[in-house]
């Protein structure tokens, strides 16, 4: 079983529209959680972290956590052209200060 | 969000020589920097953890004395790939570890080919 997993995609979304992204992980001690955006050829960029239960919101971007279900999600709402890229979820692993990653899931928003 | 600098952003270098690579926190101090590895269309692999002060910890099957890591001060860690050769030809980025919060922000990345 891998530690991070993402839906795979591609996912493909028109514009203005809400995006959705789930991230499920396997290390029930895990207590950090982030979401990376990494545009193509570049390096991955935090949008958002969580640590608690429930939703956290911050602009068009809306992060769940659900630690019973090790359940992560994100959700872009209006999304636009900008937001194609490929969004990486991260898990802070419980016995370390490293980060498991997800395999990404690309997303492109049709204008 | 907290500022890393990391490079140089393209380095193209011949086969056996040797390149070096620097990742700097500009507006914190980072005890704790990582280096990885990305191919293209694959996820970031973690190649090492970098502790001020201390020897780096490596991941499996990551050969400590080709990739030779150097944490000085608390805002500078430095990979050097040593006699690089054409598979060593990758994306590296370096990360750095900020506070109780164990967010890490990542550098722009270091695109290396070796001819």
């Known amino acids: 079983q891998k530690e991070v997993e993402q839906n795979s995609g591609p996912l493909s979304v028109p514009e203005g529209a809400i995006a959705s992204l789930n991230c499920t992980y396997s290390d029930r001690g895990s207590q950090s959680f982030f979401w990376y955006r990494q545009y193509s050829g570049k390096s991955p960029e935090l949008i958002m972290s969580?640590?608690?239960?429930g939703d956290k919101e911050d602009g068009r971007f809306t992060a769940q956590l659900n630690k019973a279900s090790q359940y992560v999600s994100l959700l872009i709402r209006d999304s636009q052209p900008s937001d194609s890229a490929t969004y990486l979820c991260a898990v802070k692993r419980s016995n370390d200060y490293k980060l498991s990653f997800g395999a990404g899931t690309t997303v492109t928003v049709r204008a | 969000g907290a500022v890393v600098s990391q490079h140089p952003s393209r380095v193209i270098c011949k086969s056996g020589t040797s390149v070096k690579i620097e990742c700097r926190s500009l507006?914190?101090?980072?005890?704790?920097m990582f280096w990885y590895r990305q191919f293209p269309k694959q996820s970031l692999m973690l190649m090492a953890t970098s502790n001020e002060g201390s020897k780096a910890t490596y991941e499996q099957g990551v050969e400590k004395d080709k990739f030779l890591i150097n944490h000085a001060s608390l805002t500078l860690s430095t990979l050097t790939v040593t006699s690089a050769h054409p598979e060593d030809s990758s994306f590296y980025i370096c990360s750095a570890r900020q506070g109780v919060k164990n967010i890490q922000y990542f550098g722009a990345g270091t695109r290396l080919s070796v001819l």
């Open positions: 969580i640590y608690s239960n």
């Open positions: 507006d914190f101090q980072a005890t704790t």
